[in-house]
């Protein structure tokens, strides 16, 4: 234990002086692309702070204190070794459920964002008037993001701007839809507005009563591809206090077959995953 808490205090006290300095840029398109895709899965979790360095280095920093961990409780590394690798795949699992929850929190308040903002523009209101009395009228879900937008235009009265961070804030299809909609509104003029609302409104509406009962009826099948892969991991877990199952596996034979049914527990869980999985929408006009 004490050599665990001296690794522990060691990797804060880097974290500490490491957030001292500033990162270079992403150099070449390959780290450019995967920093750009990270950024977007942080944008759609809400996590606008949080750099795509950071997550890593919080997975690295998982698989070196799960390693440990269950080295130091056990005394095999082959076992530390597999725990280090789940582990690293912690934050990102995190990550994955947060932007799930995030995206049907607003799947669910969209419509009532749209009948709002068709109500104000046809009782007279302005674009940016009536986006800015979202913050207080809107859905609790994106009262802070478009609180934002009434501050930045405010504070520069321009619109286009504004509009352009509340559609980073927001990260989401459905306002990327309605953003485009109210900016070709804002710079070639159109009477249909209300009518192009009221017509997304209906289809959100009915997009996400079906996809609700889509996701009830499948849940079974990822609770069950949950369970299958966990049951195995989590017995093994309890074997490694035996010291003579942590002989048996210690061993190259031994690494082999653990290391073999990670790989192979990892590729059924996300075929699982994939096979039932809905469609997501993409930003397109991100």
């Known amino acids: 234990m004490g050599l665990v808490l001296g690794l522990m205090l060691g990797a804060g006290v ?37 750099r795509p360095g950071a997550l890593i280095a919080l997975s690295v920093l998982c698989m ?17 070794v597999c725990a280090g690798i789940v582990a690293t795949f912690i934050p990102w699992a995190l990550l994955g459920q947060r932007m799930r929850r ?12 749209v ?62 839809n309605i953003v485009e909609s109210l900016r070709v509104t804002r710079e070639v003029g159109g009477t249909d507005l209300g009518r192009l609302l009221g017509t997304l409104s209906e289809f959100l509406r009915e997009n996400s009563r079906t ?8 849940s079974w099948t990822v609770n069950a591809a949950r369970l299958s892969v966990a049951a195995p991991w989590l017995i093994l877990l309890l074997m490694s206090s035996q010291p003579a199952a942590v002989q048996a596996y210690d ?10 049914g990670l790989g192979i527990s990892v590729i059924a869980y996300r075929l699982m995953l994939r096979l039932g999985a809905l469609p997501e929408p993409e930003r397109v006009l991100r």
């Open 14 to 50: 880097f974290l500490i002086w490491w957030s001292f300095w500033e990162r270079p840029e992403a150099a070449g398109p390959r780290r450019a692309h995967r920093d750009g895709v990270l950024r977007s899965r942080l944008d759609r979790a809400g996590l606008h702070d949080v």
């Open 64 to 80: 070196l204190l799960g390693a440990i961990v269950v080295w130091a409780v056990s005394g095999g590394i082959v076992f530390a």
């Open 102 to 113: 995030r995206a049907k929190q607003l799947r669910t308040v969209w419509p009532d964002v």
């Open 115 to 176: 009948d709002l903002l068709r109500s104000a523009i046809r009782a007279g209101m302005s674009l940016p008037e009536a986006l800015a009395q979202l913050q207080h009228r809107g859905p609790e879900a994106v009262q802070p993001a478009f609180a934002r937008f009434a501050a930045d235009y405010r504070a520069t009265g321009q619109f286009i701007p504004a509009l352009d961070a509340l559609k980073a804030e927001l990260a989401d299809p459905v306002a990327d």
């Open 211 to 218: 996809r609700s009962e889509l996701e009830a009826r499948q």
């Open 251 to 260: 061993s190259p034979a031994g690494a082999v077959v653990l290391v073999g």
